[in-house]
C-alpha cells in the first residue's frame, strides 16, 4: 500500500516530462512518457526508485533492468549506458532519484559499523560491486513514503527535511544494497576513494600507480579489487568514464573538440577513434543523432 501512496503522490505532482524538485536537496521527482535508448551516462552516487515502468542500464556489457520490484544503488560513480526503452504515454516511467550525500552516507555507515551488534561488513572475499539492486523492502518503503510527504508542507520540508532523508538513507544501507553502500562510504572504501579521484581527474593523466597510491595498495592488489567491485579494469574504468562524460558534454552542446580536451585528451583524432569504437559512430554523428534530455538517464 505505501508504494501505491508513493506512486500516487509522483503523479500528483509530475504531470509532465521532466525532473521536479522536491525541496529536499539532491531529492528529484522525475516522469518520462517517450523510449529513450540507452546513452553513455556517468551514475554519481545515487539512490533510484522505480514506481512505474522500468529503467535499463548497461555495465560493462552487462545488462540490468529495474523497476518497482528492485531499487538501484550506485554508491561509487560509474561509468553506464542508461536508458527508459520501455516508456510511454500509456505506461510512463515515474520515480524518484535520491543523491547520496558522501558526509551523511559516511557517518551513518561509521556509525553503523562501531554501533554493538550491528551486521559488520564482509572481511575477506569478493568486494561488494560498486552497482546493485535492491528489493523494496519495508525500512526503505515507508521511509521513503515519509520524505516525500513532506511536499505537501514547505514548513515541514525545511524542519524535517533532512532527517527524513537519513532515514532514507539508513534504510539503504541496511537493505540488499547495505553491503556496497557501507564499503562505499564506511570503513575500507579505498575503491570509492579511488574512484573519487578519477572523477574529479578526468582532465588530467590518471595512471594505475595514481589510482593504487590513493588507495593505498600495490598496484597488483589494487588491479584485483579494483576489478572486483567495478567489474572493469582500472584503465577500462578510466577510459569509460572519460568517453562517457564526453559524450555527455555533447549532448548537452559542448563542441567536440571542447569535450576532448575537457576529459584529457590532448588529440581529438585520438579522441574521435576511442569514442568510434566505444559508440559504433564519431563523436559528430553522435552529437546529430542523439537526443537524450539532461537528467533522464
Known sequence: MSKQQIKQLIENRVGEDGVV???????????VTEPLRCAPAVYEPTVVAI?????????????????????????????VEAGTPSASPDNPLLGV?????????????????SAAGAIRPPRGGPLPQGFALARWDDAFTEALL????????????????????????????????GDAARRAFGVGNEIARAIEYVSSSLGKSVTIE???????????????????????????????????????????GTTVNEAAMDVGYAS?????????????????QWSHSSQVPAGMV
Do not use: W
Open 51 to 79: 514506481v512505474n515502468g522500468a529503467k535499463e542500464a548497461l555495465l560493462d556489457g552487462k545488462r540490468y533492468v529495474y523497476d518497482s520490484s528492485q531499487y538501484m544503488c550506485c554508491p561509487m560513480s560509474m561509468p
Open 146 to 177: 515519509r520524505l516525500l510527504r513532506l511536499g505537501d508542507s514547505p514548513a515541514d520540508t525545511a524542519v524535517l527535511g533532512n532527517g527524513r532523508l537519513r532515514e532514507v538513507y539508513y534504510a539503504v544501507l541496511k537493505g540488499d544494497a
Open 97 to 113: 532519484m535520491i543523491a547520496l550525500d558522501t558526509r551523511v552516507m559516511t557517518e551513518l555507515a561509521i556509525e553503523m559499523e
Open 21 to 31: 524538485e522536491t525541496g529536499v536537496k539532491g531529492v528529484q521527482l522525475f516522469r
Open 268 to 284: 581529438s583524432s585520438q579522441f574521435s577513434r576511442e569514442f568510434k569504437r566505444m559508440y559504433g559512430q564519431s563523436p559528430r
Open 210 to 252: 595514481d589510482m593504487a597510491t590513493q588507495a593505498g595498495m600495490s598496484r597488483a592488489v589494487f588491479h584485483r579489487k579494483f576489478k572486483q567491485a567495478t567489474t572493469m579494469s582500472p584503465i577500462q574504468f578510466v577510459k569509460s568514464m572519460r568517453l562517457n562524460s564526453a559524450a555527455m558534454k555533447i549532448v548537452g
